[in-house]
């Protein structure tokens, strides 16, 4: 039996679940909201063509309006001005969606400080105890965050000076974007902390991992379903030819 028979007949029994990291996409989706002087992304809106209906009597569909970068999503290398010469959505290989997932939990930081970022201390004692990062992996923040993703009040948790929301230090951001791991995924609504545009570079992780080509995954769900290693990740965005990035299905294949 060869490797991928023996995972399609784990799958089949169950000993293989797929746990499906994906919010739902609905008109609802919290998106990001920039200051107001800046160009905004849309929701997610479903306009009906017909339904068994005069329209179309024996069938139901619909055309969709979205932004790109509208609930969970990729942002493709393009999407930031240091990757500007870097892969569109349409051009990120095929090989460097699916990889081995890896999770760093700060749950309890963030529960206790929703402005927590991620420290290179932080990488360097999760590689302590869990060895190197494996190269052509995901690397998936887990903060508890995607509780709040039905509710976009408390999922931007904006006051006066902004949002609210966990993110990486500028050092981590770099030492990370060195590494060779496929892109970085959060239960936020962007990669970057919500007071990021203070930051020394304004919004690091976008500034460094778009740089160096590689991808961010934003509002994943069910991270606290994987374990720190192990999990296989499918990520499926659009193929929109100079997309600089698409919604896209998140897929993660977990052995019971
Ligand atoms: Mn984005």
């Keep these: 039996m060869t490797d991928l028979n023996s995972l399609a007949a784990s799958i089949v029994d169950g000993s293989v679940q797929v746990i499906d990291l994906t919010s739902p996409l609905h008109s609802g989706t919290p998106v990001l909201a920039l200051p107001p002087e800046f160009g905004q992304t849309a929701v997610f809106e479903l ?8 329209r179309g009597p024996a069938w139901y569909w619909n055309n969709v309006h979205t932004g790109e970068h509208t609930g969970t999503h990729v942002d493709a290398p ?9 892969d569109d959505v349409s051009q990120i290989p095929a090989q460097r ?23 290179l201390e932080d990488v360097k004692a999760w590689e302590a105890e869990n060895g190197p990062i494996p190269p052509h ?14 509710d976009p009040v408390a999922f931007a948790n904006a006051d006066e000076n ?3 929301t966990p993110g990486v ?29 203070v930051f020394d570079p304004p919004f ?16 994943l769900r069910n991270l606290d379903k994987l374990p720190i290693t192990g999990a296989v990740v499918v990520v499926a965005p659009l193929p929109i030819v100079k997309g600089s990035g698409s919604p896209c299905r998140v897929l993660a294949l977990v052995q019971k």
């Design 47 to 54: 306009e009906e063509i017909s339904r068994y209906d005069d």
């Design 137 to 150: 992996s995901w690397f998936l923040f887990r903060t508890g965050w995607s509780k709040y993703g039905d």
């Design 162 to 164: 902004g949002p609210h």
């Design 169 to 197: 230090t500028p050092e981590a951001a770099k030492y990370l974007s060195e590494s060779e791991i496929l892109g970085w995924g959060v239960e936020t609504v962007g990669t970057d902390a919500g007071g990021a545009m």
């Design 204 to 219: 690091p992780c976008h500034n460094m991992f778009m740089g160096a080509n590689k991808c961010g995954v934003t509002q």
């Design 97 to 119: 969606l699916v990889g081995p997932a890896i999770i760093i939990d700060k749950t309890a930081e963030v529960a206790a400080n929703p402005d927590y970022c991620l420290t």
């Design 78 to 86: 393009i999407h930031w001005v240091t990757g500007q010469d870097k």
